[in-house]
């Protein structure tokens, strides 16, 4: 639902409804990518109104988790730190920090001691995540736990309190319930994603992670007019076009995420943001020459703020390798490395991974060489809430064969990188895509049995095979499919280095056998991959994904309750 100012209507308006009116129109100018302008609105009031201080540092806190620039974060930081301090001005003064109770200071709360908890509430959940971009020591770390915990409380003890027979209807109630409906809509449906094990202790310390009742609260604020309509809107689409496929199965159902995104479109046409997610849904839809024409428009539609084109960027690079346009896709992984600071070793390893899919003699963009980039990745290795990234340890892993001066070449790095964001899934819906995909694992295998025997043939055959099954599968052949994946599974004992890859090839073998209708099959090849495989590549993502499935098929939760594993 697109954005309108509060009280409009009224002609004589309270403190509040000015405020929420002025922030209102505020996000209408960062829509219109009027971003400066935004901030410029906001500013002013910053000392003086919560509503003000909030808005303004959530912009600078979307701002500075686009950068990664540590000055930035820093900046976000004190600035949502001051909003807090804004916000604990307005709340009820016998209320200490985090400790807001429905049933002992809710009935006595004026409207504005209301707004003020759940303002509240959301800066302790933007500082939390800025603590964990900004600091890596564990006293930090754990402070940034507090403050998330502390938030859903206080989101929890709102959301008793705001029924019809207890909260008198407003002009601005339905601003407070879109912050209530925020909050546990975005607490419940990201800890719904957990797999039960890790769910069951937070359920223990006090969270709830209802996926269904995350997913009511999130549209019902995404969908009445208030100020968090954008906020529950944007979540939603992350989950609708990027959690349910890099972390789930990948849904072929886009109805919600494109009724979202309709009315937005149709009042912001030239919105970065919205372009951003109209492209998205396009290249999972696997419409990818629309999908690159959307990015493209997204990057033109604005100049202000170049993170804005980092996130397109990341996409087109995606794009045009499912097209097997290395060139192409190698330009967007330069730009990435030269421009953003989210993971430069896998900017750089992708740059290398691309240049290694082109034909030997061909010449590279720049005068650049594969060897020489893949040897560049580990110098690059960062943390963030104090781990490195997965997919970044994964690139870094897989760069260390480089090292050898006498080195044995990977496969096809694109395509197993490819997999690991669930790319396959995109590939799956253009046929043309799929037997060029199909071909290029075909030349790669007859080079692998030319290449003198190394330590790293096991590996590196069970990596094709897993890749080819899951494009026969797509092809649907799946006999040839099946065998591939089982040929992965027998030879278990003999892979050396990419143990990941027999518990994905139980995972896909149970996915082709959940699309014949082979259920009880399925669902223990999952459990066999959740409890017999530990330590290994990436087995965060895998057991998000076979938590995914098991969910999916409804599978008895006291079998589904083990040997889950926390997220990295």
Not at 19 to 29: D, G, V
Not at 179 to 193: E, K, M, P, R
Not at 307 to 318: S, T
Not at 538 to 552: C, D, G, N, P, Q
Request: charged share 20%; aromatic share 10%.
């Amino acid at each position: 639902m697109a954005l309108r100012p509060a009280g409009s209507g009224s002609s004589s308006s309270s403190p509040l409804e000015t405020a929420l009116a002025e922030c209102t129109e505020a996000l209408n100018c960062f829509l219109r990518n009027q971003f400066s302008e935004s901030l410029e609105m906001l500013q002013p009031r910053t000392r003086e109104s919560m509503y003000h201080a909030l808005i303004y540092a959530t912009i600078l806190e979307m701002q500075a988790m686009m950068t990664f620039e540590q000055e930035d974060i820093a900046h976000a930081s004190h600035t949502m730190k001051e909003a807090q301090e804004m916000c604990q001005r307005f709340r009820r003064k016998n209320i200490v920090s985090g400790a807001f109770s429905s049933r002992t200071g809710g009935d006595s709360c004026t409207e504005e001691e209301l707004h003020a908890e759940v303002c509240y509430a959301e800066c302790l959940l933007h500082r939390a995540a800025l603590t964990f971009l900004q600091d890596e020591n564990m006293v930090n770390f754990i402070k940034g736990g507090i403050k998330v915990r502390s938030s859903y409380l206080i989101y929890r003890e709102l959301n008793g309190f705001i029924q019809p027979n207890q909260l008198p209807a407003s002009s601005v109630r339905a601003h407070l319930e879109g912050g209530v409906a925020l909050g546990i809509g975005a607490f419940n449906l990201t800890l719904s994603l957990f797999p039960p094990r890790i769910l069951k202790l937070l359920e223990f310390a006090g969270f709830s992670g209802d996926k269904d009742y995350g997913l009511q609260q999130l549209h019902q604020g995404a969908t009445t007019p208030n100020l968090r309509a954008l906020l529950c809107t944007m979540l939603l689409l992350c989950y609708y076009t990027f959690l349910t496929f890099i972390l789930g199965v990948g849904e072929d159902d886009f109805t919600e995420a494109e009724a979202l995104l309709s009315p937005y479109l149709a009042r912001y046409p030239k919105s970065a943001i919205f372009l951003f997610f109209a492209g998205r849904i396009e290249e999972i839809k696997g419409n990818i020459n629309e999908a690159i024409k959307k990015f493209e428009e997204g990057c033109s539609a604005q100049q202000a703020w170049k993170q804005f084109h980092h996130m397109c960027y990341w996409e087109l690079m995606w794009c045009f390798a499912y097209k097997g346009m290395w060139k192409m896709a190698y330009f967007y992984a330069d730009l990435l490395s030269k421009e953003n600071r989210w993971s430069k070793a896998m900017y750089v390893y992708m740059k290398a991974a691309f240049l290694s899919m082109l034909p030997p003699g061909e010449p590279r963009p720049f005068g650049e060489d594969e060897v020489a980039l893949f040897r560049q990745v580990s110098s690059f290795k960062q943390k963030i809430a104090g781990k490195s990234p997965p997919t970044e340890k994964f690139a870094i892993r897989k760069a260390r064969r480089y090292k050898a001066s006498e080195h044995v070449p990977l496969p096809v790095p694109a395509l197993e990188m490819m997999y690991m964001w669930n790319g396959f899934t995109v590939l799956r819906k253009q046929q043309e895509l799929l037997e060029g995909t199909l071909n290029t694992l075909t030349q790669a295998e007859k080079q692998l049995q030319e290449a003198p025997a190394s330590e790293h043939q096991v590996d590196d055959k069970c990596l094709l095979l897993l890749l080819k099954g899951l494009v026969l599968k797509h092809l649907r052949s799946p006999t040839e499919a099946e065998a591939c994946f089982s040929a992965v599974h027998a030879s278990e004992k003999r892979i050396r280095y990419d143990h990941y890859l027999v518990p994905n090839a139980l995972l896909e073998l149970s996915l082709l056998y959940v699309g014949q209708g082979r259920n009880e099959e399925a669902v223990r090849l999952l459990r066999r991959a959740k409890s017999n495989y530990k330590n290994y590549s990436m087995e965060s993502r895998t057991l998000f994904r076979i938590h995914a499935v098991l969910s999916k098929l409804r599978a008895p939760q006291e079998e589904n309750d083990a040997n889950g594993a926390t997220p990295s």
